[in-house]
Protein backbone atom coordinates (compact mmCIF):
# COMPACT_ATOMS: atom_id res chain seq x y z
CA UNK A 1 0.00 0.00 0.00
CA UNK A 2 1.12 3.48 -0.87
CA UNK A 3 2.22 5.53 2.59
CA UNK A 4 1.68 8.19 0.69
CA UNK A 5 -1.96 7.74 -1.11
CA UNK A 6 -3.21 6.54 2.06
CA UNK A 7 -2.11 9.91 4.00
CA UNK A 8 -3.46 12.27 0.85
CA UNK A 9 -6.83 9.89 1.80
CA UNK A 10 -6.98 10.67 5.23
CA UNK A 11 -8.35 13.87 7.10
CA UNK A 12 -10.16 14.45 10.08
CA UNK A 13 -13.68 12.99 9.48
CA UNK A 14 -16.86 15.00 10.08
CA UNK A 15 -19.47 12.60 9.85
CA UNK A 16 -19.37 8.92 10.51
CA UNK A 17 -21.50 5.82 9.04
CA UNK A 18 -22.92 5.07 12.52
CA UNK A 19 -23.70 1.29 10.84
CA UNK A 20 -20.30 0.23 10.58
CA UNK A 21 -18.32 -1.36 12.71
CA UNK A 22 -14.57 -1.95 12.69
CA UNK A 23 -13.45 -6.14 13.01
CA UNK A 24 -11.62 -7.44 15.73
CA UNK A 25 -9.06 -7.79 13.18
CA UNK A 26 -8.52 -3.83 12.68
CA UNK A 27 -9.37 -3.07 16.17
CA UNK A 28 -6.14 -5.18 17.63
CA UNK A 29 -4.19 -3.54 14.89
CA UNK A 30 -5.44 -0.28 16.79
CA UNK A 31 -4.83 -1.30 20.04
CA UNK A 32 -1.18 -2.96 19.02
CA UNK A 33 -0.20 0.18 17.22
CA UNK A 34 -0.98 2.03 20.41
CA UNK A 35 1.07 -0.37 22.42
CA UNK A 36 3.90 -0.25 19.74
CA UNK A 37 4.49 3.51 19.74
CA UNK A 38 7.38 4.95 21.20
CA UNK A 39 7.56 6.91 23.95
CA UNK A 40 10.39 8.37 25.87
CA UNK A 41 12.82 6.32 27.22
CA UNK A 42 10.09 3.13 26.35
CA UNK A 43 8.26 4.31 30.15
CA UNK A 44 4.93 4.04 28.75
CA UNK A 45 3.12 6.26 30.97
CA UNK A 46 0.27 6.95 28.63
CA UNK A 47 -2.57 3.93 28.47
CA UNK A 48 -5.77 3.83 26.02
CA UNK A 49 -9.56 3.66 27.00
CA UNK A 50 -11.45 1.61 23.96
CA UNK A 51 -15.01 2.64 24.19
CA UNK A 52 -17.38 0.51 21.84
CA UNK A 53 -20.78 0.96 24.50
CA UNK A 54 -22.57 3.54 22.84
CA UNK A 55 -24.73 3.97 26.21
CA UNK A 56 -21.76 5.07 27.85
CA UNK A 57 -20.93 7.78 24.58
CA UNK A 58 -24.29 9.04 24.68
CA UNK A 59 -23.30 11.57 28.33
CA UNK A 60 -19.90 12.05 26.40
CA UNK A 61 -20.77 13.98 23.12
CA UNK A 62 -21.77 16.96 25.33
CA UNK A 63 -18.89 17.04 26.50
CA UNK A 64 -16.83 17.24 23.60
CA UNK A 65 -18.73 20.43 22.35
CA UNK A 66 -21.57 18.33 21.02
CA UNK A 67 -19.01 16.64 18.23
CA UNK A 68 -21.46 13.89 16.99
CA UNK A 69 -18.16 11.80 16.03
CA UNK A 70 -18.02 10.94 19.73
CA UNK A 71 -20.79 8.84 19.37
CA UNK A 72 -21.52 7.60 15.79
CA UNK A 73 -17.67 6.31 15.12
CA UNK A 74 -17.35 2.65 15.70
CA UNK A 75 -15.29 3.07 18.75
CA UNK A 76 -14.03 6.00 20.75
CA UNK A 77 -10.49 6.10 21.71
CA UNK A 78 -9.52 7.99 25.05
CA UNK A 79 -6.03 8.54 25.42
CA UNK A 80 -4.63 9.17 29.03
CA UNK A 81 -1.79 9.86 31.13
CA UNK A 82 -0.99 8.80 34.72
CA UNK A 83 -1.42 11.26 37.05
CA UNK A 84 2.12 10.92 38.27
CA UNK A 85 4.49 9.15 37.78
CA UNK A 86 6.30 6.92 40.42
CA UNK A 87 9.21 5.37 41.61
CA UNK A 88 7.72 2.13 41.00
CA UNK A 89 6.83 3.04 37.48
CA UNK A 90 10.26 3.22 37.01
CA UNK A 91 11.45 0.10 38.70
CA UNK A 92 8.85 -2.01 36.78
CA UNK A 93 9.94 -0.72 33.64
CA UNK A 94 13.72 -1.92 34.09
CA UNK A 95 12.12 -5.26 35.48
CA UNK A 96 10.54 -5.97 32.32
CA UNK A 97 14.05 -5.38 30.53
CA UNK A 98 15.46 -7.55 32.64
CA UNK A 99 12.77 -10.08 32.27
CA UNK A 100 12.49 -9.82 28.27
CA UNK A 101 16.14 -9.43 27.41
CA UNK A 102 17.92 -10.63 30.64
CA UNK A 103 19.89 -7.74 30.76
CA UNK A 104 22.54 -7.75 33.69
CA UNK A 105 21.63 -5.76 36.61
CA UNK A 106 24.92 -4.12 36.98
CA UNK A 107 23.83 -2.24 33.32
CA UNK A 108 20.58 -1.49 34.56
CA UNK A 109 21.03 -0.26 37.81
CA UNK A 110 22.48 3.08 36.84
CA UNK A 111 19.85 3.66 33.93
CA UNK A 112 17.02 3.09 36.28
CA UNK A 113 18.51 5.19 39.01
CA UNK A 114 19.61 8.26 36.83
CA UNK A 115 15.82 8.09 35.51
CA UNK A 116 14.18 7.69 39.07
CA UNK A 117 16.43 11.02 39.81
CA UNK A 118 15.28 13.05 36.61
CA UNK A 119 11.33 12.38 37.57
CA UNK A 120 12.33 13.25 41.24
CA UNK A 121 13.36 16.71 39.96
CA UNK A 122 10.40 17.56 37.75
CA UNK A 123 7.01 18.63 39.62
CA UNK A 124 3.94 16.59 39.30
CA UNK A 125 2.52 19.21 36.98
CA UNK A 126 6.06 18.56 34.61
CA UNK A 127 5.61 15.09 34.94
CA UNK A 128 2.11 15.55 33.61
CA UNK A 129 3.13 17.68 30.91
CA UNK A 130 5.95 15.36 30.12
CA UNK A 131 3.28 12.04 29.61
CA UNK A 132 0.95 14.28 27.49
CA UNK A 133 3.61 14.77 24.80
CA UNK A 134 4.08 10.98 24.60
CA UNK A 135 0.76 11.14 24.03
CA UNK A 136 0.53 13.16 21.42
CA UNK A 137 3.02 10.90 19.64
CA UNK A 138 0.93 7.78 19.93
CA UNK A 139 -2.03 9.96 18.37
CA UNK A 140 0.07 10.52 15.77
CA UNK A 141 1.15 7.35 15.00
CA UNK A 142 -2.85 5.90 15.71
CA UNK A 143 -3.86 8.30 13.01
CA UNK A 144 -1.54 6.79 10.35
CA UNK A 145 -2.15 3.17 10.69
CA UNK A 146 -5.49 4.25 11.09
CA UNK A 147 -4.62 5.33 7.36
CA UNK A 148 -2.74 2.70 6.78
CA UNK A 149 -5.65 0.69 7.47
CA UNK A 150 -8.64 2.14 5.55
CA UNK A 151 -9.85 3.54 8.67
CA UNK A 152 -11.36 6.83 9.36
CA UNK A 153 -10.21 8.99 12.33
CA UNK A 154 -11.01 12.39 13.58
CA UNK A 155 -8.58 13.21 16.32
CA UNK A 156 -9.69 16.23 18.81
CA UNK A 157 -8.89 18.59 21.69
CA UNK A 158 -11.79 19.98 22.09
CA UNK A 159 -13.55 18.33 25.02
CA UNK A 160 -13.81 19.07 28.85
CA UNK A 161 -11.27 16.21 30.63
CA UNK A 162 -12.63 16.61 33.97
CA UNK A 163 -16.01 15.72 33.00
CA UNK A 164 -14.61 12.59 30.57
CA UNK A 165 -12.95 11.87 33.73
CA UNK A 166 -15.45 11.42 35.80
CA UNK A 167 -17.69 9.85 33.66
CA UNK A 168 -15.40 7.02 32.82
CA UNK A 169 -14.15 7.16 36.42
CA UNK A 170 -10.36 7.44 35.67
CA UNK A 171 -9.42 9.11 39.00
CA UNK A 172 -9.81 5.65 40.30
CA UNK A 173 -7.50 4.18 37.67
CA UNK A 174 -4.87 6.94 38.56
CA UNK A 175 -5.49 8.20 34.95
CA UNK A 176 -6.40 11.86 33.38
CA UNK A 177 -8.01 11.98 29.63
CA UNK A 178 -5.63 14.18 26.96
CA UNK A 179 -7.00 13.22 23.32
CA UNK A 180 -10.03 11.50 22.20
CA UNK A 181 -9.75 9.78 18.48
CA UNK A 182 -13.02 8.61 17.21
CA UNK A 183 -12.42 5.70 14.75
CA UNK A 184 -14.66 3.62 12.33
CA UNK A 185 -16.34 4.46 8.35
CA UNK A 186 -16.62 7.53 6.88
CA UNK A 187 -20.30 8.40 6.03
CA UNK A 188 -21.45 8.43 2.45
CA UNK A 189 -22.57 12.05 2.75
CA UNK A 190 -19.63 13.52 4.57
CA UNK A 191 -18.69 16.58 2.31
CA UNK A 192 -15.39 17.05 3.59
CA UNK A 193 -14.31 13.95 2.67
CA UNK A 194 -14.12 15.19 -1.11
CA UNK A 195 -11.99 18.32 -0.33
CA UNK A 196 -8.97 18.40 -1.50
CA UNK A 197 -6.05 19.03 1.15
CA UNK A 198 -4.80 21.97 1.90
CA UNK A 199 -1.09 21.99 2.91
CA UNK A 200 2.14 24.41 1.34
CA UNK A 201 4.17 23.54 -1.17
CA UNK A 202 6.94 21.21 0.31
CA UNK A 203 9.76 23.72 -0.55
CA UNK A 204 8.08 25.69 2.06
CA UNK A 205 7.28 23.06 4.78
CA UNK A 206 10.89 21.46 4.67
CA UNK A 207 14.53 22.51 5.00
CA UNK A 208 17.06 21.04 3.71
CA UNK A 209 20.73 21.64 4.65
Not at 20 to 44: D, H, M, P, R, Y
Not at 80 to 88: E, F, N, P, Y
Not at 186 to 200: Q, T, Y
Request: glycine residues 4%.
Amino acid sequence: MDIIKQLEWRYATKKFDATKILSEEKLNIVKQAFNLTATSFGLQTIKLIVIEDKELRVPLVKHAYNQKQVLDASHLLVICIQKDILQDDVTNYYNNIKGIRNTPESILRPYREDLIKMMEKMTVQQRQRWSTNQAYIALGNLMTVCAMEGIDSCPMEGFAPSKYDEILQLEEKGLMSVLLLPIGYRAADDMFSGFKKVRKPLEEAVIEM
